[in-house]
């Protein structure tokens, strides 16, 4: 009888300690940035809203990588009409192109990011269809 409870407390611990490890690597991981984000890769990371300046948390795949020079902002600027009168807007230098795992393509300028985190496992979550459900 001991031995069969020893053994099922071994087990439930090695559990424990595989949940633990991949919750810890696809939550956190190696700090980076979406500046120096590169295209494929998996990226968990807050996303300060412009107008309400509310963060939300994101985990996306860089589908693209777009560095804007100051002369090609100036243009878009003169002939964009989005928030052509509002004096607080201000456009980033990179804006990066990714997908959600729920499939939506978004939009996200580097600049508006905070707490950008490169997670080990976040191939295999946003692959397997996980991520999904995590965020």
């Given at each position: 009888?001991?031995?069969?409870?020893?053994?099922?407390?071994?087990?439930?611990?090695?559990?424990?300690?595989?949940?633990?490890?991949?919750?810890?690597?696809i939550y956190s991981g190696m700090k980076d940035s979406l500046t120096n984000a590169r295209v494929g890769g998996i990226y968990n990371f807050e996303y300060v809203q412009?107008?309400?300046?509310?963060?939300?948390?994101?985990?996306?795949k860089v589908l693209e990588v777009h560095r804007f020079s100051d002369d090609y902002i100036a243009r878009l600027n003169a002939k964009s009409n989005y928030r052509r009168h509002d004096s607080n807007f201000q456009r980033g230098r990179h804006l990066v192109t990714a997908q959600t795992p729920d499939g939506k393509i978004r939009n996200f300028y580097a600049e508006r990011t905070r707490?950008?985190?490169r997670p080990l496992l976040g191939g295999v979550a946003f692959k397997t269809g996980l991520a999904s459900l995590l965020f």
């Open positions: 009888m001991n031995d069969v409870f020893m053994m099922v407390a071994a087990g439930a611990g090695f559990v424990a300690g595989i949940l633990a490890f991949s919750a810890f690597h412009p107008v309400t300046g509310t963060p939300e948390r994101f985990m996306a707490n950008v985190r």
